[in-house]
């Protein structure tokens, strides 16, 4: 089961939904994740339309600013039961919250309730120029984890830029989990990404995404599982190509105890042969 945990889609027009629909059939399923945007309930809304109609291969994440958003029982019942939303997103570096304000907590105190993941969205977004990046740094989230602790919680891009927080979060909660989106182009940050966390043994608390439009599903699988050839002709560290594989096939949406009838694994996609080298490894 290779489930994209992170994606996005532009626009609901036939382009932007063309191009997205072609990306998710690289994977068994696709997280996407609602933008950010001040009109909130109608994003989310119109993501609900999208995914339901797409919902062999789909899952969606509502937007919310806790800070901003009535999220009584009734209003999250709206976004999961009625819409068939099945996760929220927070943009808290752009939204300008920090992500332990007293109306933040209670909304995790609510999620947590329900069940549901959170995923808190880093990456290019923090680095705009009007972005509270401090925000962003995932041992914010350390009170939240120690406040909440059957919140299952994804930190976005490996919380970039602040990786080794990102690690020893993961590390340390037993439902923090990191969002291993690449992009394929930037070999030194993958590969310092990834051996990090294999050196840290925490391999098996990451999730894989795409981050797509940015990148794309098929392009990330293959230079994740061409990793160790990143640098093959340096004597740098390799990552065992299981562990790497691994990631890839999580069952993401199991992990997070997101229900979904309609997806089913399609046959896994043919890895290209290991070399005698990344065997060894």
């Known amino acids: 089961m290779i489930v994209d945990c992170h994606t996005h889609v532009r626009s609901l027009d036939e382009t932007d939904i063309s191009e997205h629909l072609a990306a998710a059939e690289t994977v068994d399923a696709c997280v996407v994740l609602a933008t950010l945007d001040e009109a909130r309930e109608r994003t989310n809304e119109n993501l609900a339309g999208y995914v339901s109609q797409h919902g062999e291969r789909l899952v969606g994440f509502a937007v919310v600013d806790p800070i901003k958003d009535d999220f009584s029982e009734k209003r999250l019942t709206h976004l999961t039961d009625k819409l068939g939303l099945k996760g929220f997103v927070l943009y808290c570096s752009m939204s300008g919250f920090h992500p332990t304000h007293s109306k933040a907590m209670r909304f995790y105190a609510a999620v947590q309730e329900m069940g549901l993941p959170i995923f808190f969205h880093n990456g290019s977004h923090s680095l705009r120029a009007e972005a509270i990046l401090e925000y962003t740094q995932p041992y914010l989230l350390d009170e939240v984890a120690r ?88 004597k740098l560290p390799t990552v065992p190509r ?32 290991a070399t005698s080298e990344q065997e060894d490894a």
């Open 147 to 234: 406040s909440y602790p059957d919140l299952k919680i994804i930190i976005g891009n490996m919380g970039v830029p602040f990786v080794e927080q990102t690690l020893s979060m993961v590390a340390k909660h037993r439902r923090v989990y990191a969002d291993l989106t690449i992009r394929p182009s930037k070999v030194w940050q993958t590969y310092n990404i990834v051996v990090a966390a294999h050196e840290r043994s925490v391999m098996d608390k990451l999730l894989f995404g795409s981050g797509f439009p940015l990148s794309d599903a098929g392009d990330c699988i293959e230079t994740l599982l061409g990793f160790n050839m990143l640098l093959s002709d340096t």
């Open 242 to 273: 299981g562990s790497i594989r691994n990631v890839i096939e999580r069952d993401s949406l199991e992990l997070l105890n997101i229900e979904h009838e309609q997806i089913r694994p399609v046959e896994p996609v043919e890895a290209p042969p």
